[in-house]
């Protein structure tokens, strides 16, 4: 039964991106809920939930592995348990759901309590540590092209949270019956109608985005770490910048103009090297830009940030990344011994840009764009722009993955949202999470994209998650009644 439950869970996760199985989803549901009508006993359901939780979560981290392959001759050590590791630590979060569900009688109450569980469940991995929200049940619905831009469109009300609770839901509630399955197909086909709908009839605010370059150099971390590697993967960016720009010219538009390189872009201190600067000026030709690099203060801590360019190669702002990653920027404070032999530190929190050029601008680093609901700061920026290095996660579903939380977020906000990639996937997105151009792993180029207007602003950017969570306590009401009713 150990091995079941493992292997049901590893292949409950073939429905998250990159290839949402969504069959896989609904089997793996109903085994679990199958395990709270079988189980002999609460410790026996627990074992079976966890262990289910741990193939879920392994499966869908395992890219965690090439991480930490990259500094192998530090870290191999962590290499067999880099993905079971966080998963052990994300597995109670599929088994206190499961096994509170069973306080509820069988049938509909106790399906309805699982799914709004989960949720809730899901919703609280932001607590963990400085958070780690990474695939949520919700983004089975993002798949590639017309169906997935339909099928997110509630996210703009309910945001990821609630389409986890949908996903769930359906899940569950498809093994219950022909009459179940035919309520699922009608609301399925409503569901399509609206997202049309939204899709069709966009509610555009009055404001002209600029036309953004964005650059991938697919620069490995061994260049990015050893000095003429460096020096190599400065002046292809140099060059992407030149090409990209006078692209962007011949397209004719009257807008201004945007350069964007990713994260660990330029492989120094760009606030410290005035010669870099002038150089990065001149190949932009007379555009601005945003550029990841590195800062150092003046009690010599050391920030992940992006820097804003003018057109003479001026910082005219600087943002330092706020939410960093635990285990690879930081190390929690409960951990006795050091593991992490450098460290970063966090920035004072989210802002938003208003410059000539670049308009009004939320920037992110990596790893923030995946918080739903946290990705603004102050006033609401016309665009967001999230800039990143994946080449920790190899050619493998953590790329996508993450790309598909910049697709989501694009709905819930209601804006348009780019991304640059050093190496990973490199994308805009309109503010319905429409793709607009995609530059894929392991090709270096630059996109270049005339930025459409944002949205009005979406109910979940002005609710945030209260709107999820009123759903969640309305589906654990509506599972007491169905159970009391059933009593």
């Keep these: 039964m150990i091995l079941a439950d493992l292997v049901v869970g590893a292949l409950a996760s073939l429905a998250l991106p990159p290839l949402y199985c969504l069959p896989a989803l609904a089997l793996g549901l109903l085994y679990l809920y199958r395990c709270t009508q079988d189980a002999a006993s609460n410790r026996q359901l627990a074992l079976h939930a966890f ?43 599929i088994m206190v759901p499961v096994l509170l569900c069973r306080l509820m009688p069988e049938g509909l109450s106790r399906m309805v309590m699982l799914a709004a569980l989960w949720t809730l469940a899901d919703m609280a991995r932001v607590f963990i540590f400085t958070g780690f929200p990474w695939n949520p049940t919700g983004s089975v619905f993002e798949l590639p092209g017309l169906v997935g831009d339909v099928l997110i469109q509630p996210a703009s009300i309910i945001g990821v949270d609630g389409l986890t609770l949908i996903a769930v839901l359906i899940g569950l509630l498809v093994w219950h019956g022909q009459k179940a399955r035919l309520c699922l197909l ?14 069709t009839h966009p509610r555009l605010m009055p404001v002209k985005n600029p036309v953004v370059a964005l650059l991938q150099g697919n620069v490995s971390e061994q260049d990015i770490l050893s000095r003429d590697g460096a020096m190599k993967a400065f002046r292809l960016y140099l060059r992407l910048t030149n090409e990209a720009v006078a692209r962007a010219r011949d397209l004719g538009e009257d807008r201004s103009l945007v350069y964007l390189w990713p994260e660990s872009g330029f492989p120094g201190l760009l606030d410290e090297d005035e010669p870099a600067r002038r150089m990065i000026a001149q190949a932009a030709d007379g555009a601005w830009g945003m550029i990841g690099s590195d800062r150092r203060d003046v009690n010599n801590r050391f920030y992940n940030s992006i820097f804003a360019l003018d057109e003479s190669g001026r910082i005219r702002a600087v943002y330092d990344k706020s939410t960093l990653v635990p285990f690879g920027e930081y190390q929690p404070r409960f951990i006795p011994f050091n593991l992490l032999p450098d460290q970063l530190t966090p920035g004072k929190g989210l802002t938003t840009w208003s410059l000539p050029a670049l308009g009004a601008v939320g920037p992110l680093v990596c790893y923030e764009i995946i918080f739903s609901a946290q990705v603004v700061g102050g006033k609401r920026p016309d665009w967001l722009a999230n800039i990143t290095n994946d080449a920790w996660f190899g050619n493998s579903a953590g790329p996508r ?87």
């Design 401 to 487: 993955q993450h790309l598909a939380t910049v697709r989501i977020r694009a709905v819930e906000e209601g804006l348009p949202v780019v991304q640059s990639a050093n190496m990973g996937v490199t994308a805009a997105f309109d503010g319905a999470g429409h793709e607009l151009s995609r530059l894929p792993w392991g090709q270096a180029g630059s996109l270049v994209v005339a930025l459409p207007s944002p949205h009005q602003p979406t109910i979940f950017s002005r609710c945030g998650r209260t709107v999820p969570l009123g759903l969640c306590a309305l589906a654990v009401m509506v599972a007491v009644f169905l159970g009391y009713r059933r009593k």
């Design 186 to 199: 009608g609301a399925l086909c409503m569901w399509g109608a609206w997202g049309m709908y939204s899709l």
């Design 51 to 93: 262990l289910f939780g741990l193939g879920y979560h392994t499966a869908a981290l395992s890219w965690l592995t090439n991480a930490i392959l990259t500094r192998a001759h530090e870290f191999w050590w962590a290499v067999p348990i880099a993905a079971p590791g966080c998963a052990l630590i994300l597995a109670p979060f």
